[in-house]
């Protein structure tokens, strides 16, 4: 499975940014997608999560009412809407999946995801 991460830059306080995961590999028909995020001199922490359905979603409380998870099926793309961005949503932005041989429920451990992409920063300037 390769996850290509795309749509970072600059952006400010109040903005919006548009994140993009391309997908692509051999995907088991459960899986579960992520956001993470790590800012300079942080640990990385989970962002948003969704089931492979898309009927499921979960987002850490930093980002609930701004940032928003979805995925295209068709396309083997998953995206993060944010908005309302403030200068601590500043940090590289990773997709991850998590294989599963049968549905499961989100997570927000980093350890429960099987592959990554490569980081996307964004940087929220005041």
């Known amino acids: 499975v390769q996850l290509q991460a795309s749509g970072g830059g600059l952006a400010e306080t109040g903005g919006s940014a548009r994140l993009t995961c391309a997908a692509s590999?051999?995907?088991?028909?459960?899986?579960?997608l992520g956001w993470f995020r790590q800012a300079p001199g942080k640990e990385r922490e989970f962002v948003a999560a969704?089931?492979?359905?898309?009927?499921?979603?979960l987002y850490a409380d930093p980002v609930k009412g701004r940032f928003r998870i979805s995925k295209d099926n068709s396309r083997n793309t998953l995206y993060l809407e944010m908005n309302s961005l403030k200068t601590e949503d500043t940090a590289d932005y990773y997709c991850?999946?998590?294989?599963?041989?049968?549905?499961?429920?989100?997570?927000?451990?980093?350890?429960?995801?099987?592959?990554w992409g490569q980081g996307t920063l964004v940087t929220v300037s005041s």
């Open positions: 590999g051999d995907i088991f028909s459960s899986y579960n």
């Open positions: 969704i089931n492979w359905r898309g009927g499921k979603v």
């Open positions: 991850a999946v998590e294989i599963r041989s049968r549905p499961g429920p989100l997570s927000m451990m980093s350890s429960a995801y099987d592959h």
